[in-house]
């Protein structure tokens, strides 16, 4: 799915959350090189490893803030407007898809471009099931496809059915 989005042109990826140092923020030029991708890294998909995507030439812009007396150096969006939240998410336990995301707070119009490229690539790759987009091609149970077992999409897949089916929309 991100090689078509990078097919529409350049865009990197910076990982979110909170570091000792600017110097240590991650910065990965292509989602491909993102270690783990489609592997959820928290239990539940709203705070795995999120990232924001922008142009490769916008400078992401630290936040700065003393915590617990020591400084720290926030990577968010609040601060950096002309982009959008990419949270992956994945498989959880090799039995449990979590649901990823993609998002933005701000009206910019960096930024709303890049969610509308998102949604043209995920309109194109995904099969839409109530509120939430599957792969196409997986064998999703009856039992699953209603809306309340949908939304809790910490739902317990059989990985014999599913997984081949995730990871090849992750190239």
Partial sequence: ?????????????????????PSLVLVFDHGKN???LGRATSETGN???????CKPELQIIPEAARVSGQQRFFINQLHN?????????????EEIVLAGRVGTASDSQESQRLMKQFHSVIKR???KINA???????RIPAEWQTTDNCRAIAAR??????LADYHSIIP
């Avoid at 799915?1 to 570091?19: C, D, I, R, W």
């Avoid at 939430?132 to 997986?138: C, Q």
Wanted: charge should be negative; glycine fraction near 8%; proline fraction near 8%.
């Fill in 125 to 127: 790759r995904f099969v």
């Fill in 132 to 138: 939430l987009g599957w792969a196409p091609g997986s």
């Fill in 81 to 93: 407007p002309n982009t959008v939240t990419f949270t992956p998410a994945g498989m959880w336990n």
């Fill in 1 to 21: 799915m991100l090689e078509t989005l990078e097919s529409h042109g350049s865009v990197k990826y910076v990982l979110t959350g909170q570091f000792a140092e």
């Fill in 157 to 162: 897949i059989r990985p014999h059915s599913f």
């Fill in 34 to 36: 993102i270690p783990n």
């Fill in 47 to 53: 705070s795995s490893e999120s990232f924001l995507v």
